[in-house]
Nanobody, 120 residues
């Protein structure tokens, strides 16, 4: 059973940067796909970025493409989300997910989430 723990959220001004981390424990993280989702108040959870276990390619939502970068270090059982040029509309709880591909329902494992707040 894989357990995920996010960290790195916080309050930042528009135009600033944050790096989120998601550390896995309790399973073989290096062979499963991972992703980041986010959920703003009153909105549905939405896809942000995903990366396969092989790190051969990465995928982003149109709203973050060119600003966010997903990466992973399998030796450290950790997935990262580097967020640059942050906008107020990026404010949300960010969740790490693993063990799936595609929609949120496809993912087997989830972290508890970390709050990102971008002030204007």
């Amino acid at each position: 059973q894989v357990q995920l723990a996010e960290s790195g959220g916080g309050l930042v001004q528009a135009g600033g940067s944050l790096r989120l981390s998601c550390t896995a424990s309790g399973g073989t993280f290096s062979t499963i796909n991972a992703a980041w989702f986010r959920q703003a108040p009153g909105k549905e959870r939405e896809f942000v970025a995903r990366i396969p276990w092989s790190t051969s390619s990465t995928y982003y939502s149109d709203s973050v493409k060119g600003r966010f970068t997903i990466s992973r270090d399998n030796a450290k059982n950790t997935v990262y989300l580097q967020m640059n040029s942050l906008k107020p509309e990026d404010t949300a709880v960010y969740y790490c997910a693993a063990g799936g591909w595609g929609r949120a329902d496809d993912y087997r494992y989830w972290g508890q989430g970390t709050q990102v707040t971008v002030s204007s």
